[in-house]
Every structure is written in C-alpha cells, then in structure tokens.
C-alpha cells in the first residue's frame, strides 16, 4: 500500500522492520521478458487513437466491507508496536455502503472514466462473498454483486487482491494460518521460495470465488509486498491462474508503482511462442502516482493536488500526459470514502475535470486489460517493410491499434486481413483518429484501426 516516494519508500522499509510489508515495490526487478519480435525501425506503433491513455487504479475496494476498518486490527497484532496500526479504528464505519459505490459508478460512467477496481475475495477474513457475509443479510450481499455487475464492469477490470488481504489462509482447511507472523499475512507472503504452482493455487483459490460470483476477471492484484521474494514466479504464476481459471488469453497484474522518470508502459513478461497458434505472455500493469487521497484506512487528509491542480496545469498526472504517457492514477477504495465523509472523493471529481478541460482532445480512458493488450501487441507485433507493404504479424488482436508509417506515396492507404480488405477513411486531423480511420502528417501516415490476430498487410 505504500504512496511516497522513492526516499521515503527506502526510509520507511529501513524503520518499519517489525512493522507489515504493505508497500508496494517500484517498479524495477521485475519477471524476464522473453521473447521479442522484429520491428522496422522507421515505423512507430503510437498511442490509441494517438491519444495519452489514462486509467484510474483503486486497491483494497471489496462488497461492503470497509477494508481500513476490519484490516487494522490484524495488522495491529501483527505488528503492535507500529504507530500506523494504533489508530482509532473501532470508531470508522465497518461499511463502505452500497450508496456510495453506486453514486462512484455512475459519476465515473458520465465522465468515461475507466480502471481497476480489486474484488477482496473473503475480505479481511469477515466472510465469503460466494457464500456468506456476516454482518449483513443475503440479500445485500447479492444486492451489492449486482451491483458490482451492472456498474462496475462496463468499465472497470475487476481483480481480486488474494484472497483475504490480511492472513494466509490454509487451502486445505479454508481456514487462516494458525501462526501470526509475516509468513502468514498476505502482504508478505511468501517469506521463502514458493513454486509457481505454489502460487497459481494461492491465487485460483481466490479466482473462483469471484467467478462464483459471476464477476468476471482478466488479472490480478497483488495485495501490498505480496511476491516481492518472488517476482518472476509471480508473474509466471499470475499467468496461469488466470488462463485456468477465467481462460483469459492474456492475463495481466497491478503490482508496481512506477516513480519519476520510470516508464508507466505495461511489460509484456514471460513472452514465448510468439509464432505460434498458443502465444504467451503477463502483462505488469503498473501505477504512476502515488495515493493521495485518504490512504489505505481511509482516515488521512486528502492531497488531490499532487494528481493535478484545479486548472490542470502541475501535478504528477500532468507530468505523465505532458510526456507522452501512459498516465494510471493510484488510490485505496476506503481513501475516497473517507470514513463517511467523501472528501476524496470530491477532490478526485475536482481533478477529472481538470483533465477533461485541458486535455479532452488528449487523452483516453482505459481499463487496465485494455491498456495491457495495447501495450503487448505495440511490443510483440512483428512489423516489417518491403517494397510498399507493411506486413504486421499480431499474436493477439489489438483495437484501435494506431502506427505511424513514413511515405512520399500520396494514394490513399489500404490495409487487408487474410485476402480480406479492411476499410479505411481519412480524417483531417489526429484527434479525429478512430477505428478504420487515417490521416496525413507531413512525409508521414497515421492509422488507427482494429488490429487482428495473425498476418496483415497494409500497402502505402
């Protein structure tokens, strides 16, 4: 759950020896990359639509449960030394009402906003969402993953954090870890090497909650310093959790939090069998900014402005569209709540607008699954010229997959999928680029459209 900066992330894992691995890794040392294809490199796969994709990530979010409420007391036995986990908890809220997440949904849907938003299994140990919730009745537990359903996943890639967020629950009991240690909290887990089999079961476990719950799911979250002992087993494993269970084609994860100059591209990893009928590959989804609104418990002040001033001209999101992209914001679910009183909420409101007055023309919304496909067929497309054509070999179909092509010729592009014509429509500018659309940029063509699985050949 960590939100500073790179100083302060090394500061505080200096002091924090007896304290939960809650923070989150920036994003270095990470899983291999694999396997890489050919690309010309005169020709340049763009942003979507040439637009700077923006994405909204919001951790420790769950069916009614309030995770700041019910987790700090497990950390605080844990680690009961440790200042952050003495706070008046017992005085929050136990609920994060369905009210607000509708009220959340619906002003995000009119202002196209899209992201992440994790799915805590059997949050905080309370109950199962598959099964029982208590504290509440059956039927706002159901109520509550209607509404998940009918709100949320329009436009938001559902993850579950593992499976409880706080401890390690035995798979062949179902039940916590006897032991309360940082080998049995989820935020530190595993202390010692773990197979990726070891882990694909940790994770399948929480997996099948959710699609018990007709949620469906693309990837996962890793809950606070979850793998950190063992990141490319954790990507391998991610992997091949997801396929099994969900049959997703290319599973991706929110792990890592990309500071400064650090890249916010999603990372293919573990690529293989690129030529192949079968490819395979995890995509690492990372953060950009840190959490600034009411944190992990929900109950600090608010700093909106470090995302983006009220005229959208400082902040760490304007850093990231100013450079090209991508630009994922960052925050916990209880952190917009505020314990009841919505103040990050309001400044997260204020923000969106600010970007949207500045930058409509700019930028594009996108799901975390979305931008992980994105990014995957931009760096495993095969892209090779020759004699007029640009033959494109994609192990996974992209939309709005837009390239930038240098040319003198000036007829009209034409692009083909398996004998097959795809049309294409000029428009006069790039921010006119959509699905099946070109446009001239001096000695340069731009297209954007639909690309699909295997070879195509576009001729200029």
Known sequence: MWSGSRREFLRAGAAAAVGLALHRCVATAQAPLGQRPNQDANLEVLNPRGRVPLSFIIDDSTCLVNMGHFCMPQFAEYAPNSDEYKKPWKTWPREIPDAFLRQFGQWCGEHGVKGKWSVVPCPACVGWLDRELPGWSRKEL????????????????IHPEMITHTRVIDLATGRPMAEISSATMENSYPQTKK???????????????????????????????????????LSLAVHQAVRDVYGTELPHYFKYISE???STRPRPEHVEGLESDDPRATVSVPGGTGDWFGGWSGDRQPEGQRYANDDATEGRMIELVERGGPAPMFCHWPGLYNNGAQTGFEQFKRIILALEGRYRDRTLWMKTSELARYYAAAELTTIE????????????????????VPTAHKAPPTLAHQGQAIPLAEVSAERDLKEGTWTRRKDDLVLCFDLPKGRTVLSV
């Open 195 to 233: 197979s990726v089999d070891e882990l694909a079961a940790y994770m399948a476990y929480a997996l099948k909650i959710l699609k018990n719950c007709d949620l469906p799911c693309e990837g996962i979250t890793t809950p606070g310093g979850f793998g950190n002992r063992v990141k490319s087993e």
């Open 260 to 262: 400064g100059k650090e």
């Open 142 to 157: 159901l109520g509550s993953l209607k509404l998940v359903r009918d709100v949320m996943v329009p436009n938001w890639d």
């Open 385 to 404: 010229r020759t004699n007029g054509q640009v033959m494109l070999a994609a192990p996974f179909a992209c939309p709005l997959f837009t390239l930038r």
